[in-house]
């Protein structure tokens, strides 16, 4: 079992930057992929980012891509986000997920679910 915690999210003007963080609990050698999910209200549940633990390689979905940016920490068994050039558009919880096979990441397939943290931009 491996449980997940984020932090980092808060209130924040459009144009400004937000940075996530998300700690896994000591069983990192069985997550296969790290990723982030948001959901704003009344809409469905979306993919923001990916990592694949083992060698870094990094997905995002389509609204993100170019503006967000997802690392991991092995040593600290931390995956993070950063998030510059916020949008309205992206107030949503944010939620850090895992799952221990692959070979997909940017699928919904995830097994270990965070709690979430709220990310508001208002413009």
């Known amino acids: 079992q491996v449980q997940l915690e984020e932090s980092g999210g808060g209130l924040v003007q459009a144009g400004e930057s937000l940075r996530l963080s998300c700690k896994a609990s000591?069983?990192?050698?069985?997550?296969?992929?790290v990723a982030w999910f948001r959901q704003a209200p009344g809409k469905e549940r979306e993919f923001v980012s990916g990592?694949?633990?083992?060698?870094?390689?990094?997905f995002y979905g389509d609204s993100v891509l170019g503006r967000f940016r997802t690392s991991r920490d092995v040593t600290r068994k931390t995956a993070d986000l950063q998030m510059n050039g916020l949008k309205p558009e992206d107030t949503a919880i944010y939620y850090c997920a895992g799952k221990s096979t692959g070979p997909e990441v940017m699928d919904n397939e995830y097994e270990y679910w965070g709690q979430g943290t709220q990310v508001t931009v208002f413009s």
């Open positions: 990592i694949r633990w083992r060698d870094g390689t990094t």
């Open positions: 000591a069983r990192t050698f069985r997550l296969y992929s």
